[in-house]
């Protein structure tokens, strides 16, 4: 192969490697040595594992030589999010206050990770406590840059794990999506990023739940078809998670036309910026030029309803989780306001919250008896200075899903006149994860974004 290593998508090697043209040791190196350019200009890891990595590395190189391998992801060098358990490093949730956790098991996902061979690279750097303001920025582990403009942010909370797929350290990213945390640092880095339904990849050993059952683990890749063999490595039931019941595996599967959309633009008064507006009108035109039904609307739910009670859950749960800790001085500035707020809140305002969040999901349920999709931007703001903190609107359409449960994906659309790339939201109905997916492979086969990379 004439690409370099570390460019090759996971399904590219996935095949290579049962072809005999390539090994996860020699893979691993690339990456390795691609990390060591990038890394210094991008602080993309909170802990990079070299040692378990070449001996994950090493195990699948003697399982392809025995003509064994364990799944699909067997040698693929993927990242962790750091708010997510991987035995034996360090789990820091991008928090002074964590430096010296050590996880004790695998979370669910991780371990399903594992059984198929994957190569865990080691934990890439998160927002503090997973709430960040759209950067990674952490009195722990600095900034966080993203590859298209190091000046930029990639986006929170998932922004080490986009920024590393973007420049080449691992095609598969693992990250947790909360409010829009997969979405938007997908949409900043170019890159295919599913927030999976409530309880699609089942989740034990995990940390403390503080954004109640909002949080969802899910995948980041350069190609629709490396995140679906990412999803279908960890997606499925487990008896220990009682929201996983029911789910089944899926796949990628042909798109009937006539499939109706509906395209949201804006968000009641919440600004989107003209890049993102241009380039989002110009993706809905080309779903319509591939057979959808497009129709052009506003937000079929409450949206002041949901910006009333959204603040309530984070506030509410890191006050919840700092309650007995020493944090005066330890974290970011932004957190000691917000764990005020949450605890001025009663019971009764967090169940407010819960309640609300059940008329959004009745409101987009009813939405979805005529639409088979809603469509959105996935972020409303550009990436700006990666120091700092977005501009409210940059999240405006991503955490009503989360509330719902629902299932979304960004995708990427054309880039700015920059080059900067944007990306746009699609949503389904509860369980429609895999038809997300399809309709994410239809529009990459007919509008490539996999040859845009970036120039670091």
């Not at 996860?24 to 602080?43: I, W």
């Not at 927030?195 to 949080?215: C, M, W, Y």
């Amino acid at each position: 192969m004439t690409e370099p290593l570390w460019t090759l998508s996971a399904t590219s090697l996935r095949d290579a490697y049962r072809a005999g043209t390539l090994r996860p040791g020699d893979v691993l190196e690339a990456v390795l040595e691609r990390n060591a350019v990038v890394d210094p200009r991008l602080n993309l890891f909170a802990t990079l594992d070299v040692e378990g990595a070449r001996a994950a590395a090493a195990e699948s190189d003697a399982r392809f030589e025995r003509g064994e391998p364990l799944g699909d992801l067997d040698g693929i060098p993927v990242t962790i999010k750091d708010n997510i358990h991987v035995k034996g490093l360090r789990c820091a949730w991008g928090s002074n206050l964590y430096l010296d956790q050590i996880s004790e098991e695998d979370e669910l996902p991780v371990a399903r990770l594992r059984a198929q061979g994957a190569v865990i690279l080691g934990k890439t750097n998160v927002s503090e406590f997973t709430l960040g303001r759209g950067n990674v920025s952490t009195l722990a582990f600095g900034t966080t840059r993203n590859p298209w403009n190091p000046e930029l942010t990639s986006g929170a909370s998932t922004g080490g794990g986009a920024a590393a797929t973007a420049a080449g350290v691992a095609p598969i990213a693992f990250g947790t999506d909360g409010g829009g945390s997969i979405r938007r640092p997908a949409a900043h880095n170019g890159l295919v990023g599913l927030k999976p339904s409530t309880g699609r990849v089942a989740r034990i050993n995990g940390l403390p739940p503080i954004l109640h059952d909002f949080e969802i683990i899910g995948p980041i890749a350069r190609t629709t078809a490396d995140l679906a063999m990412a999803l279908s490595a960890t997606e499925g039931p487990d008896a220990h998670d009682r929201l996983s019941f029911g789910f089944t595996k899926g796949k990628i599967e042909p798109v009937r036309k006539g499939l109706k959309v509906l395209y949201v633009p804006q968000l009641a008064d919440m600004k989107v910026e003209e890049p993102i507006r241009i380039s989002c009108a110009r993706a809905a035109e080309n779903l319509a030029t591939l057979g959808f039904e497009l129709d052009t609307g506003e937000a079929p739910f409450d949206v002041a309803l949901f910006e009333k009670h959204w603040p309530s859950i984070g506030g509410s749960g890191l006050a919840w989780l700092l309650k007995d800790t020493n944090w005066e001085g330890r974290i970011g500035a932004a957190y000691p306001p917000m764990i005020e707020k949450g605890k001025s809140l009663s019971a009764i305002d967090y169940v407010d919250a819960l309640m609300a969040f059940r008329t959004i999901y009745a409101q987009l349920a009813v939405a979805f008896e005529t639409y088979d999709f809603i469509m959105t931007p996935s972020a409303g703001a550009m990436p700006w200075k990666a120091e700092e903190f977005g501009p409210p609107y940059h999240r405006a359409f991503t955490g009503f899903v989360n509330s719902a449960g629902l299932p979304g994906i960004s995708i990427p659309c054309d880039p700015a006149e920059d080059g900067m790339p944007i990306g746009f939201q699609l949503i389904a109905p509860f369980g429609k994860d895999w038809d997300l997916v399809s309709v994410a492979a239809l529009y990459e086969q007919n509008h490539p974004w996999a040859d845009r990379r970036p120039q670091i």
